[in-house]
């Protein structure tokens, strides 16, 4: 072998070897990058877990010095019975349902106790509405 050509697969060899090295350092940073996604998944799906485990109605009860018999208005008694508001009127004029107390000439509120009176006896009774 003459010295040009043991050069030139020394100089080959040298490249072979570069080109390695910068495979490996890439493929190292790739497997960093795999963890931490793999970690922020984790995270996200954790964290999802326990939203997925909230109530979707939660019925607010009076705290212990508010009074039982305060007024509520039309969108908290939805979110009390779940029921939509057209439900509501009609089971209101059918007697059905607890009677609203008039404010004004356009606003009416329930009482917070007679709605949570209505819910336990319903739920107690196991009737639909």
Not at 22 to 28: C, G, V
Not at 69 to 90: A, G, P
């Amino acid at each position: 072998m003459t010295p040009l050509e043991f050069q030139l697969i020394d100089n080959q060899l040298d490249q072979l070897a570069l080109s390695t090295k910068n495979t490996r350092d890439e493929l190292n940073l790739t497997l960093r990058h795999i963890e931490q996604l793999k970690l922020h998944l984790s995270k996200a799906i954790k964290h999802q877990r326990q939203d997925s485990l909230k109530p979707a109605v939660e019925i607010q009860q009076p705290k212990e010095d508010e009074k039982a018999s305060y007024l509520v208005k039309m969108k908290e008694v939805i979110s009390m019975t779940t029921l939509s508001r057209s439900t509501i009127y009609s089971l209101k004029n059918k007697k059905a349902f607890p009677q609203p107390i008039t404010l004004g000439i356009r606003s009416v509120a329930w009482v917070r106790a007679d709605i949570l009176n209505w819910i336990e006896e319903k739920s107690s009774s196991n009737h639909r509405i």
